[in-house]
């Protein structure tokens, strides 16, 4: 079975603080994702990568950076939280070019900065 | 940017009944995506349905596309109480950049038992 793993599920930080947010996926996909979701605003791309440490910017990759050294794992880190984002943070896979393929979703971290 | 919009509402049904939701889109598209979400889980893959495609089945739904309205409807049959979630439709616009999928702002389903 295809698997996206986040390390995470709950994440509590205070304003400041750096916040690292790992994603592992073990189905050799090239391409990774990184959505934020929010009541109202339905998912927003933040970052992807089609490559290892190839990355593009998303819709809203503010306050945010990526890191891909390796195919499978795929990190979000916030350099200095602030409470605008918290928010339920979703990581994706996929295979091949999404214009052919699917998503495939880890279950999301829920980060509440304070 | 966001080109998935669904109709932006929450749809109570009986179990047994049918459940519609529409989504429209601003720009031309690859294809199109239906994906399902339980209450606090990541996004499950539903169903594709490609641009020169006007009709797509698998199991109880059904999913249509009209490019020429720029819009797309999902339709679950004999719904369930497992069915409760949201539903979330997407597409990838041809326009956008490559290996972008854009999200709307999904469409809440209960379906009491």
């Known amino acids: 079975d295809v698997k996206v793993t986040q390390s995470s599920r709950y994440l509590v930080k205070r304003t400041g603080e750096k916040v690292f947010l790992e994603c592992v996926q073990d189905m050799d996909h090239e391409n990774m994702f990184w959505y934020r979701q929010d009541p109202g605003l339905g998912l927003r791309l933040i970052y992807f990568?089609?490559?290892?440490?190839?990355?593009e910017k998303g819709d809203i990759p503010e306050g945010y950076s990526v890191s891909r050294e390796k195919k499978e794992r795929f990190s979000l880190i916030l350099e200095s939280a602030s409470t605008n984002q918290t928010s339920m943070y979703l990581c994706a896979s996929s295979l091949i070019g999404v214009a052919t393929g699917e998503l495939f979703f880890g279950e999301g971290s829920r980060l509440t900065v304070l | 940017s966001q080109q998935g919009e669904e109709d932006p509402q929450a749809l109570s049904i009986q179990e047994g009944e049918n459940a519609t939701m529409n989504c429209s889109y601003k720009?031309?598209?690859?294809?199109l995506q239906w994906y399902r979400q339980n209450s606090g889980r990541g996004l499950v893959h539903l169903i594709l349905?490609?641009?020169?495609?006007r009709e797509k089945h698998s199991g109880r739904l059904r999913v249509t596309l009209d490019t020429s309205k720029k819009s797309s409807s999902l339709l679950i049959t004999a719904s369930r109480a497992a069915d409760t979630a949201s539903y979330f439709c997407a597409t990838d616009g041809l326009s956008g950049g490559n290996n972008r999928l854009a999200f709307g702002k999904g469409n809440q389903v209960v379906v009491i038992p």
């Open positions: 720009t031309s598209i690859n294809n």
């Open positions: 990568s089609y490559d290892v440490k190839m990355k």
């Open positions: 349905i490609r641009s020169n495609e």
